[in-house]
């Protein structure tokens, strides 16, 4: 009997060893295998959004050297009312044309428009960073800015005269659910621009506008001053996620571990852009990881389990044979 109790209590050591290594080796393969899905998953979304921001870039070039445009644009005031009906016509056309178009706008050297589809005439634009750029000699992109009850996103290009000098700027005003779009739709994902403020939240508690740090506080007034975030932004709120917002700083692809406002663990995958700086996250919580291994580690309890009975049965059947006269 004793040496039966002692047999026991080594199996159930052996069984113990074992389920701990089982344990941690089915987590860390768990972690790795979930952390190198995200990290796929955020470059197909970083090549995506970098495809869909230099397309529509392209696209705005194209329409500022239409000549109905151009012509409206580098005209005198005396000349330029004449042309305006045609370059109206043709504005109102390149949004009719794309239903994730919402408006298309010409502004003089100034940044004040002078032709518009929506209810920006007159608008003053000088502050503004799509602006700016465009009246430059630049393409850009802007981050999505909340204007007219909606998020959208400008693309605008310079408006180019006949000795190549810049004479107005062309922009379009397109709705961010084309940018949700190239981030697959997906519950866990964030873009995060160059200022650590999420510009797209995809999740279920969405935190559009909010930095994932806090951040000083002229760099707040400027951005809200350049209306960087639209019109309709007047704050720029804080979630305090230092471990994100240190891997974001770096810039470089990573995978960071952080906890979410609720205090539960997360992974996220990083990835930068190529055509401006912002970055791509996408986030898993940890507890949904491991929750694949539990079924796994209780499977190889009960065999552990059925393995000790079976011992028993088959020591007390050799015992019982052993004392048969």
């Known amino acids: 009997m004793k040496r039966f109790l002692l047999l026991t209590l080594l199996a159930l050591g052996v069984l113990g060893i074992g389920l701990y290594f089982v344990d941690a080796n089915l987590r860390a393969r768990a972690l790795a295998d979930a952390d190198s899905a995200r990290a796929a998953q955020a470059r197909l979304f970083a090549n995506s959004v970098d495809r869909l921001l230099q397309w529509r870039m392209s696209e705005a070039f194209t329409f500022a050297a239409l000549p109905s445009l151009r012509g409206f644009a580098t005209a005198d005031e005396t000349t330029r009312p004449a042309r305006a009906a045609i370059a109206l016509n043709e504005l109102k056309a390149i949004v009719a044309a794309d239903s994730n178009v919402r408006a298309a706008s010409i502004a003089d050297p100034s940044g004040a428009v002078i032709l518009t589809t929506d209810g920006s005439m007159k608008a003053d634009w000088s502050a503004r960073v799509f602006m700016r750029e465009a009246l430059t000699g630049h393409l850009y992109a802007s981050v999505p800015s909340r204007d007219f009850g909606e998020v959208a996103q400008y693309y605008s290009a310079p408006i180019l005269d006949n000795a190549g000098n810049v004479a107005a700027a062309f922009a379009l005003r397109v709705a961010v659910r084309e940018l949700w779009g190239a981030l697959g739709n997906t519950p866990n994902a964030l873009l995060v621009d160059e200022n650590g403020v999420r510009i797209v939240d995809l999740s279920s508690a969405p935190q559009d506008f909010v930095a994932v740090a806090p951040i000083t506080p002229g760099l707040a007034a400027s951005l809200l001053a350049e209306k960087q975030y639209g019109t309709e932004v007047t704050q720029i709120g804080v979630a305090n996620v230092s471990a994100l917002a240190d891997a974001l700083q770096r810039g470089a692809p990573a995978t960071v571990t952080y906890r979410d406002a609720s205090g539960q663990p997360v992974r996220a995958a990083i990835q930068r852009l190529a055509t401006r700086p912002w970055s791509v996250v996408v986030s898993q919580n940890q ?25 028993a049965i088959l020591w007390i059947a050799l015992g ?6």
């Open 287 to 311: 507890d949904a990881i491991l929750s694949s291994t539990h079924d796994a580690f209780w499977e190889t309890l009960a065999f552990g389990a059925a393995a000790l009975v079976a011992e």
């Open 320 to 325: 019982s044979f052993e004392r048969r006269p």
